[in-house]
């Protein structure tokens, strides 16, 4: 990560050298070369562009992923299930097909299944009324060794108490499509 004004200052410095560079193509007359410059020049003057524009105060590629290509929202039918389980209130959120899409990536050779890109269950969440979840898991299955856990992920340092969510295959009668997706969202309390 780097603070925002640090790579303002760097790419300020790369413009302008950038402009100088093609002043002295010019003066040579050099115009062999002059397109590169021009698109060196033209690419710093985009990252300046962006950076003069952007509220954000650190640079990720993580964080510029998001905000130039956020996840887009929709809404999703889903029915809200409220109960106790040992004392502690639960709730659960089941998602009407087809339900929210969910990135998952393959670990352990192939074997299992990881939530790495945390944005589409972030946005779900807000959609729900949830805090987000600050980073992702491996298939529930890969830590306890039993097949019952295939399709779970769970998340036992949530800030309002153990979440669990549950993977499914929607199907997308609209455009023919079959994609991995969150059939369900519990939430147990401390």
């Not at 949830?130 to 036992?156: H, M, N, Q, Y």
């Not at 108490?161 to 929607?170: K, S």
Request: include cysteine; hydrophobic fraction near 45%; glycine fraction near 6%.
């Amino acid at each position: 990560m780097i603070a925002t004004e640090t790579a303002k200052t760097v790419f300020l410095v790369l413009f302008g050298l950038s402009i100088l560079w093609i002043i002295i193509i010019i003066v040579r007359n050099d115009m062999q070369t002059i397109i590169r410059a021009l698109i060196v020049t033209a690419l710093l003057g985009l990252g300046l562009y962006y950076l003069n524009q952007t509220k954000l105060e650190t640079l990720s590629f993580r964080a510029i992923k998001e905000e130039l290509f956020p996840v887009k929202a929709r809404a999703y039918t889903y029915t809200r299930r409220d109960s106790q389980d040992a004392g502690r209130p639960t709730s659960t959120f089941i998602f009407d097909d087809p339900g929210p899409p969910l990135s998952l990536a393959l670990i352990n050779g192939g074997k299992d299944m990881a939530i790495k890109d945390v944005r589409s269950v972030n946005v779900v969440l807000e959609y729900l009324g949830l805090p987000p979840i600050d980073a992702g898991v491996a298939e529930l299955a890969s830590i306890t060794g039993k097949t019952i856990d295939a399709d779970k992920f769970r998340w036992d340092n949530y800030v309002q108490g153990v979440l669990l969510l549950e993977r499914g295959i929607c199907r997308d009668m609209t455009a023919a499509q079959s994609f991995t997706c969150i059939a369900r969202i519990t939430v147990t309390g401390r």
